[in-house]
């Protein structure tokens, strides 16, 4: 059973920086990808980026050029570092981590991000 634990998010001023975490523990899958949704009241939870476990990323076109995602070699831990913020990145992030192959996929309990002036 994979557990996530998030960290990060905040409140930042638009035009700032935030770095969110994630770690995942269990599991012995060795193709899966881990990443990040957000979500506001009263809108579906969309996709952010995802990076799988040989290191391919994507990212959704809202971010692209402002938010990198990158793993930590060897552990099952990917980091989203959100820069050139805008209030409508303000949302809840959710860290998730999925198989490649199969519909197994475990979600985090989500972590706010503000951003405002």
């Known amino acids: 059973q994979v557990r996530l634990v998030e960290s990060g998010g905040g409140l930042v001023e638009p035009g700032g920086s935030l770095s969110l975490s994630c770690a995942a523990s269990?599991?012995?899958?060795?193709?899966?990808?881990m990443g990040w949704y957000r979500q506001v009241p009263g809108k579906e939870r969309e996709f952010v980026a995802m990076?799988?476990?040989?290191?391919?990323?994507n990212y959704a076109e809202s971010v692209v050029g402002r938010f990198t995602i990158s793993r930590e070699t060897g552990k099952k831990a990917v980091s989203l570092q959100m820069n050139s913020l805008k209030a409508e990145d303000s949302a809840v992030y959710f860290c998730?981590?999925?198989?490649?192959?199969?519909?197994?996929?475990?979600w985090g309990q989500g972590t706010l991000v503000t951003v405002a002036s």
């Open positions: 998730t981590y999925q198989l490649l192959v199969g519909s197994y996929e475990v």
């Open positions: 269990g599991g012995s899958h060795s193709h899966y990808q």
């Open positions: 990076i799988t476990s040989t290191g391919l990323s």
